[in-house]
Structure formats: structure tokens, C-alpha cells
């Protein structure tokens, strides 16, 4: 039975979608059949990963039922890694859910079958507490927070700390988190390391020992449709991930 992690944070531009991509890539490197499916209707992780942007059938065809989530799967450039891309309709979704009967257990039904293929399966969340992301966290196991290190990292995790208690009470006890993950850090500078401090301090044990460095690598590995962990392995980021992807693995 696969574990399912949700990868989410309602604030943009955090580190969703870069961690999304490169620990599914790490986690199928290291051997283990791994699933990414796309929950934003951005396409950003599919469009990272060299996938066609409005491939089809995609997460939106699945949730409407108009397809199978077997027959949406797609390989990516990472043996072992495939994807689940958004589809082209899926910004609809965000109104269309809401409007179906128990739309919060779709996405979990839909899934479902996928357990017995792929030992992780991780969901690559929008930037919004929406429909989208709720359904995400209705159908995971674990859900892991990328933090932006920066002034405001904090700003925003009260919400997303109430909707997690709201989805783990009203639908989904199993629910736990995984782990905060520092992200876009830079070490020499006072403030990335006042930010950590604070964060550590406010959230004790739940953040990873790993944290991932502000590194150009990073940013520029989706304009090769690639992971960072396979443009540029040496990296000082694509090192972070291969870290991050054991100590996630290890906390099991
Ligand atoms: P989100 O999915 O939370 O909106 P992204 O993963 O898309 O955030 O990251 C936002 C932007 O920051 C992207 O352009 C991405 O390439 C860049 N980025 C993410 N992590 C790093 C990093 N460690 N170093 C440099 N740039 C990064
Ligand atoms: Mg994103």
C-alpha cells in the first residue's frame, strides 16, 4: 500500500511545486515505484517535468470521471517517476467540485486504485486553501509544509494549521504532518538564520533537519524540463533534496 503525501502551503511561490518534483524524482531514483500528481491547475509541476502542459486526460478528466486515473498516468524523463498532469480544464475544478456530491472524497477515490501501483504518491497542492487542496489532504496520509525562509515564513501556517485540524476531525483522521521544510534558504545572511531559529522554536520536532538553500540550479532546472536532482546532481540544491528525500523516507 503506497503513502500518499500531500505537498502544501496556501501562500505562493513557497516551494511546493520545486519540492513536489524533485523528491517524487529522488524517491523513484532510489528505486521506488513514485507518483506525482499534479492538484494545480498552474501545471507547473507537469510542465517542470518536459509533460505537455494541456496533456489530456489529465486530474481534470479524472475528477469528472471522464477517465480513469490509470489511463492518466504519464511517464516523465525519471525511470520510475510518473505523472498524473493536471489536464487543461482543471482551474474549472475549483468552482465544478464544490458542485458534486462529496466532492472532498473524490480525489481520494480516484487514487485509491493507484495505491497497490506506487509506493508514494505525492500531490503537488495550489497555492489556495480551496477545493483543490482540501481534497488533497482528504486523500493523504502526510502532509509536508514547505516554508519560504523569509520575514513573513510564518504568516499564513495558522490557517493551514486550522484546515488541516478541520479535514483530520471532519474527514480524515490519519492525517498527519510529515515534517515543515525550510526552503529558498540562505545562510549567510542574519535573517535566513533568525527565520529558521523562529521557526524551529515555534515548531519543535516537526521541522526537517534538511533545509533546501536558495540555489540557481534550483530555479533553473524546469526550464529544462528536468528535476534539479538530474540537471545538475553536484548541486548544492539537488544535494538538499537527496538529503531531504531520506530523512522523509526515514521518518516513514
Ligand atoms: P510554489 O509551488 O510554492 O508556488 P515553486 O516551487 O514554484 O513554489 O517556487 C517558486 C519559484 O522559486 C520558482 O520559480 C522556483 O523555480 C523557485 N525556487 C524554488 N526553490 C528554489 C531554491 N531552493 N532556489 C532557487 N529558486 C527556487
Ligand atoms: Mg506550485
Request: aromatic share 6%; proline share 6%.
Amino acid at each position: 500500500m503506497g503513502t500518499i503525501y500531500a505537498i502544501a502551503n496556501q501562500k505562493g511561490g513557497v516551494g511546493k511545486t520545486t519540492t513536489a518534483v524533485n523528491v517524487s524524482a529522488c524517491i523513484a531514483e532510489a528505486g521506488y515505484a513514485t507518483l506525482l500528481v499534479d492538484v494545480d491547475p498552474q501545471a507547473n509541476a507537469t510542465v517542470g517535468l518536459g509533460i505537455e502542459r494541456a496533456q489530456a486526460p489529465g486530474l481534470y478528466e479524472v475528477l469528472t470521471g471522464e477517465a480513469q486515473a490509470v489511463e492518466a498516468l504519464t511517464d516523465s524523463p525519471i525511470a520510475g517517476l510518473q505523472v498524473l498532469p493536471a489536464g487543461a480544464g482543471l482551474a474549472g475544478a475549483n468552482v465544478e467540485l464544490p458542485r458534486m456530491d462529496g466532492f472532498e472524497q473524490r480525489l481520494r477515490e480516484c487514487l485509491e486504485p493507484l495505491r497497490d501501483r506506487f509506493e508514494y504518491i505525492l500531490l503537488d497542492c495550489p497555492p489556495s486553501l480551496g477545493p483543490l487542496t482540501v481534497s488533497a489532504l482528504v486523500a493523504a496520509d502526510k502532509v509536508i509544509v514547505p516554508v519560504q525562509t523569509e520575514y513573513f515564513a510564518l504568516e499564513g501556517l495558522a490557517g493551514l494549521l486550522e484546515t488541516l485540524a478541520l479535514v483530520q476531525r471532519e474527514s480524515n483522521p490519519r492525517l498527519t504532518v510529515a515534517g515543515m521544510l525550510l526552503t529558498m534558504h540562505d545562510g549567510r545572511t542574519r535573517l535566513g538564520r533568525d527565520v529558521e531559529r523562529e521557526v524551529r522554536a515555534h515548531f519543535p520536532e516537526l521541522v526537517f533537519d534538511t533545509v533546501i538553500p536558495r540555489n540557481v540550479r534550483v530555479g533553473e532546472a524546469p526550464s529544462y524540463g528536468l528535476p534539479v536532482t538530474h540537471h545538475d546532481p553536484h548541486s548544492a540544491g539537488a544535494e538538499a533534496y537527496f538529503e531531504l528525500a531520506k530523512e522523509v523516507a526515514a521518518r516513514g
